[in-house]
Nanobody
């Protein structure tokens, strides 16, 4: 089993900053990538940022220059530093972990943490 525990969500004002953390535990080996997705009411879930095992990163165009994803492989932890937050960033943010075992992909999700950007 793989367990993903997220933290760091909350209420911030526009222009503020927030850092999300996600710790993977259990049988979290052979990690291919870890990242963050978000889903706002009435919208589809979208990729926010992802970092692969080789260190490559991928960001949604809407967050480039504002968000930074980083990882601590020794702790199986991924972070999302969010700056210059906008009301449009309000969503439930879910941690995602991808494993590749013998060429077979597996996808795991955290429970989600609410990020609200509002005055």
């Amino acid at each position: 089993q793989v367990q993903l525990v997220e933290s760091g969500g909350g209420l911030v004002q526009p222009g503020g900053s927030l850092r999300l953390s996600c710790v993977a535990s259990g049988s979290a080996f052979s990690i291919y990538a870890m990242g963050w997705y978000r889903q706002a009411p009435g919208k589809q879930r979208e990729l926010v940022a992802e970092v692969s095992s080789d260190g490559n990163t991928n960001y949604a165009d809407s967050v480039k220059g504002r968000f930074t994803i980083s990882r601590d492989s020794a702790k199986n932890t991924v972070y999302l530093q969010m700056s210059s937050l906008k009301p449009e960033d309000t969503a439930v943010y879910c941690c995602n972990l991808k494993r590749l075992l013998f060429g077979v992909p597996y996808n795991y999700w955290g429970q989600g943490t609410q990020v609200t950007v509002s005055s």
